[in-house]
């Protein structure tokens, strides 16, 4: 299971306070609260453990396929700058980051030694239906490539639980992948 989130920087900036009241008390445990406040970025500090702890998320929930809403259940360790584990309770998720000025990129895994694809690209268009469709055509024609598949024959369809799956035809493929975007930045990732 593999899963990734995709933080616009700029966007972060311009739509979401983390300073105001409370915020990093709701969402961020005392350690990870710590590791901000001593940050030399804070906010980028912010947006990286946002992301670790959305796309372990990602593969939580495809791995038992039970939500919820509690991010302070799920905690952050780093190993080096873009690199680490979350925990939520017993499970362990490894997670490696892409960081630039523009955007902070997560893929997170729950074996850290298994080969992935993972590609992240701009959207100039800001509509979140338009950039949904780009990020999936995107990752189809990646599929129908590297598998051979007729593209027209490719489509995603989420589970009762809310996670992506793709078909081909009616025949739902066993693929281990996640779509994430946000601002102008959009990305994938999937086990080879």
Known sequence: MIGNDLVDL??????????R????DKVFTIEEQQLITNSKNQHQTVWLLWSMKEAAYKVYV???GKRFFNPKRVVCHFDSDTSGFVTIESETY???STITKNFIYTVTTLNNSKSYKSTCFKVED????IQSERLKNHFLKTISKSNNYEFNALSIKKNMSGIPEVFLNHYKLPVSFSLTHHGNYCGYAIFK
């Open 21 to 24: 009241s409370r915020f990093l």
């Open 62 to 64: 495809q791995q038992f």
């Open 94 to 96: 490894y997670t490696t």
């Open 10 to 19: 700029n966007v972060a900036s311009a739509e979401s306070n983390w300073k």
């Open 126 to 129: 800001k509509s979140y239906t």
